[in-house]
């Protein structure tokens, strides 16, 4: 919760004020990561002949289901992210990459590490990342 709270915070800042893109920046990192190839041959390879398992081959029952339905809606899901609200985006915001801390009375201390994915994309992204990562 405090985690959310922070990437919240910090990627609202920068609504109003969006700065202009730059070469070093990632840019839609997220959205090109969750592309229906990527999502689906998820873990990385791990066979010796570089082949990847689908993910689909980790899951059963309602699961695989449910994972399914959510990959056959990004064609759905993705334009309407897309065209959303945009800001500054961590680009690898999921638990091992935060760090939260309490200094009362003022609010928690959020930090984030591994700041190479960062850009410009969709205001939802870094939660999303969070969210899902959390999940798997």
């Known amino acids: 919760m405090q985690a959310a709270h922070g990437i919240g915070r910090f990627g609202g800042t920068f609504i ?3 700065p202009e893109e730059s070469e070093w920046m990632g840019h839609d990192v997220v959205l090109k ?25 980790y899951l059963s029952g309602k699961a695989a289901n449910d994972y399914q339905k959510l990959v056959n809606g ?3 899901l993705r334009p309407a ?21 309490s200094t009362p009375p003022s609010e928690p201390d959020v930090v984030a590490i591994d700041w190479s994915g960062v850009g410009l994309g ?14 798997t």
């Open 122 to 135: 969709p205001l939802e992204t870094d939660i999303g990342t969070m969210v899902g990562s959390s999940l």
């Open 33 to 57: 990561r969750w592309g229906v190839d990527e999502i689906r041959h998820f873990p990385k390879p791990s066979k010796l002949d570089g082949t990847e398992p689908l993910l689909l081959d």
């Open 74 to 76: 990004l064609d759905r």
């Open 16 to 18: 109003t004020d969006l």
């Open 81 to 101: 992210v897309a065209d959303g609200t945009r800001t500054i985006c961590h680009g690898d915001f999921h638990p091992r990459n935060v760090f939260v801390g």
